[in-house]
């Protein structure tokens, strides 16, 4: 009976470092488990695989809110993807700017509605992919015109004051066709960031400054089209 005693006594002391063990085994189990962090909301402000093709980033527009800066990947002249390099931090930038470049990828173009209730960063993210659109194109011109040995001008047209403030555009031609015009200046206003991508394309497709007037944009239609033939006729 007292042998019995030391065996017993060994075996219990030969279970603690079990039961000191098995805690330990449990909380390594949990961290394992542990869900890797979500991505920032910021991190969803780009769209499209953005692999390969062209990468441009238009200007910083400066808003009341923040300023705004869009980063646009171009496979030729088609538009595959845009991110936001600057925005607002602000809960309804930030449920706007999905819809922005969903409409932009839709669209191929800065035309395109203003979403509601983010009206002035819809305005700056227009402003921005426009100069970018605009980089690129004239970027495009310049390569075309190395390639195929034409001669390219740049020409800045005349500055034009208006009612709402000042209008310029400059004019690339390759020998007399026009292959790319750009604004230099132009009206803080949403209707006449709606008007300039239409007055582009008209220009692009008439050869001239004989082009229509863009509903709700009179006066930056009539200045831009007075800057647009100030440089067709510097280019003689």
Do not use: C
Request: glycine fraction near 8%; avoid cysteine.
């Amino acid at each position: 009976m007292k042998r019995a005693i030391p065996v017993l006594v060994l075996s219990v002391a030969g279970l603690i470092p079990v039961w000191r063990y098995e805690p330990s085994l449990g909380t390594a189990t949990t961290e394992a488990a542990a869900p890797a962090s979500t991505p920032s909301a910021s991190s969803s402000a780009a769209a499209g695989s953005g692999s390969g093709g062209t990468v441009v980033k238009g200007s910083t527009v400066q808003t009341d809110k923040g300023p705004v800066q869009v980063q646009v990947t171009f496979d030729g002249t088609e538009i595959t993807a845009v991110k936001m390099l600057q925005q607002p931090n602000h809960p309804q930038t930030t449920a706007a700017v999905p819809k922005l470049i969903a409409e932009t990828l839709e669209a191929q173009s800065a035309d395109i509605d203003t979403v509601s209730g983010a009206t002035i960063t819809s305005d700056g993210y227009k402003e921005s992919l426009q100069a970018a659109i605009d980089a690129n194109a004239d970027s495009a011109s310049s390569s075309s015109s190395a390639a195929s040995g034409t001669q390219s001008q740049t020409v800045d047209g005349s500055t034009v004051t208006t009612d709402k403030g000042p209008v310029q555009v400059q004019v690339t031609f390759e020998g007399d066709k026009i292959s790319a015009v750009k604004m230099l200046q132009q009206p803080n206003h949403p209707q006449t960031t709606a008007a300039v991508p239409k007055l582009i394309a008209q220009t692009l497709e008439a050869q001239s400054a004989d082009i229509d007037t863009v509903s709700g944009a009179t006066i930056t239609s009539d200045g831009y089209k007075e800057s647009l033939q100030a440089a067709i006729d510097a280019k003689g």
